[in-house]
T-cell receptor, first 115, second 112 residues
Framework: DGGITQSPKYLFRKEGQNVTLSCEQNLNHDAMYWYRQDPGQGLRLIYYSQIVNDFQKGDIAEGYSVSREKKESFPLTVTSAQKNPTAFYLC??????????????FGPGTRLTVL | SQKIEQNSEALNIQEGKTATLTCNYTNYSPAYLQWYRQDPGRGPVFLLLIRENEKEKRKERLKVTFDTTLKQSLFHITASQPADSATYLCALGSGNTGKLIFGQGTTLQVKP
């Protein structure tokens, strides 16, 4: 089955700890994205990558880091510098062809709770 | 700054009626607009895309309009069903990077 997967589904973290959220896709998509969703709010872009070994900050990148060493994988690390990390995190991918108005395919999300 | 607004209040309608959801934006000139459906605790699912030079798009019971003068998109679900109950997100894109800006979503509840 082609698709995008995220793990774990639920994650609990103590304050001061870094934590890494996994995102994998087998859609052969070039572009990948990380969003954060808080209750009653839309999706806010954290980081995105249009090609392997390259990524750009989104609107709320502070306290987060990413890597894109493989086309299929785009892990997100939530660092202790992120002041309010409790949220629902969504990973997405698209073909990334410039100007092609690509739809984004989303994973099932990871709900992170800081205790 | 760029801003997208969707009805923050939930929309409650009776089964069989047409649901109309609104997406307004300011300080932005999108090349296209997309609509997504999101069920509780799950990732959004793409529904429709409409380009800046298109006035209307249809897909089965769904219809989207795009008025770049009013800076508004309307999303219609005809003959609504309880299974249509979900949160609907609009998203704007400018084309080159694939980046989208999302609205906060409108929750639709269709009662049988």
């Amino acid at each position: 089955d082609g698709g995008i997967t995220q793990s774990p589904k639920y994650l609990f973290r103590k304050e001061g700890q870094n934590v890494t959220l996994s995102c994998e896709q087998n859609l052969n998509h070039d572009a990948m994205y990380w969003y954060r969703q808080d209750p009653g709010q839309g999706l806010r872009l954290i980081y995105y990558s249009q090609i392997v070994n390259d990524f750009q900050k989104g609107d709320i990148a502070e306290g987060y880091s990413v890597s894109r060493e493989k086309k299929e994988s785009f892990p997100l690390t939530v660092t202790s510098a992120q002041k309010n990390p409790t949220a629902f995190y969504l990973c997405a991918s698209s073909t990334g062809n410039p100007g092609s108005y690509n739809e984004q395919f989303f994973g099932p999300g990871t709900r992170l709770t800081v205790l | 700054s760029q801003k997208i607004e969707q009805n923050s209040e939930a929309l409650n309608i009776q089964e069989g009626k047409t649901a109309t959801l609104t997406c307004n934006y300011t300080n932005y000139s999108p090349a296209y607009l997309q609509w997504y459906r999101q069920d509780p605790g799950r990732g959004p699912v793409f529904l429709l895309l409409i380009r800046e030079n298109e006035k209307e798009k249809r897909k089965e019971r769904l219809k989207v309009t795009f008025d770049t003068t009013l800076k508004q998109s309307l999303f219609h679900i005809t003959a609504s069903q309880p299974a249509d109950s979900a949160t609907y997100l609009c998203a704007l894109g400018s084309g080159n990077t694939g980046k989208l800006i999302f609205g906060q979503g409108t929750t639709l509840q269709v009662k049988p």
